[in-house]
């Protein structure tokens, strides 16, 4: 089965600071690998998705890398904004998602 | 157009009692997926539905949930004599094709059992 990690579990940041979001997950036989956000009680929001044969995806001020082989995969925020201040979720695809426990990230003001 | 929505999107359940969860996906996709999310945790996968065809269940924890899409379009998941360990939030999530494209998420229905 695959498992999951994200590293940091929990940031506080000011607002305007660059920051880096970390996915590891142990098997590297993906097809895809989607990055998430979550608000207080509510479903995820898609922000990125990487096919396997991509190294990464830019959105806006939002960059993710794909490191296949060393099943590694970061989240690159730029110029944070409160707004931005949510649980965010990587999930590889193998024979379906499977979901990292989240870093949960605060943007002060 | 409209997203993916789920109902109820709270429920309260004395222990023993069934319960029936639904799912509204986007109009048109074709994959539909089921998942619980413990507090503080990720989203853990429950089943998945290609049209009305349910081609994985394994993530299903017992046989007290079972889950359909007769006309491929609506699910339900249906949890039978509901336990304490069952409260989570239930999560749907559809997309539009068969393979690995984004998958959008309803709100959830937030399940507690008492």
């Known amino acids: 089965k695959q498992e999951v990690t994200q590293i940091p579990a929990a940031l506080s940041v000011p607002e305007g600071e660059n920051l880096v979001l970390n996915c590891s997950f142990t098997?590297?036989?993906?097809?895809?690998l989607q990055w998430f956000r979550q608000d207080p009680g509510k479903g995820l929001t898609s922000l990125l998705l990487?096919?396997?044969?991509?190294r990464e995806q830019t959105s806006g001020r939002l960059n993710a890398s794909l490191d296949k082989s060393s099943g590694r995969s970061t989240l690159y925020i730029a110029a944070s904004q409160p707004g931005d201040s949510a649980t965010y979720l990587c999930?590889?695809?193998?024979?379906?998602?499977?979901f990292g426990t989240g870093t949960s990230l605060t943007v002060i003001p | 157009g409209a997203g993916v929505s789920q109902s109820p999107r709270y429920k309260v359940a004395k222990r023993g009692q069934d319960v029936a969860l639904r799912c509204d996906p986007i109009s048109g996709h074709v994959s539909l997926f089921w998942y619980q999310q413990a507090l503080g945790q990720g989203p853990e996968f429950l089943t998945y539905f290609q049209n009305e065809a349910q081609l994985d269940k394994s993530g299903l924890p017992s046989d007290r949930f079972f889950a359909e899409r007769p006309e491929g379009s609506v699910s339900t998941l249906k949890i039978q004599r509901t336990q304490q360990e069952d409260s989570a939030v239930y999560l749907c999530a559809s997309s539009l094709g068969a393979g690995g494209e984004t998958q959008y998420f309803g709100p959830g229905t937030r399940l507690l059992v008492l």
């Open positions: 999930a590889p695809k193998s024979n379906q998602f499977y």
């Open positions: 098997d590297s036989a993906i097809y895809n």
């Open positions: 990487i096919q396997s044969s991509q």
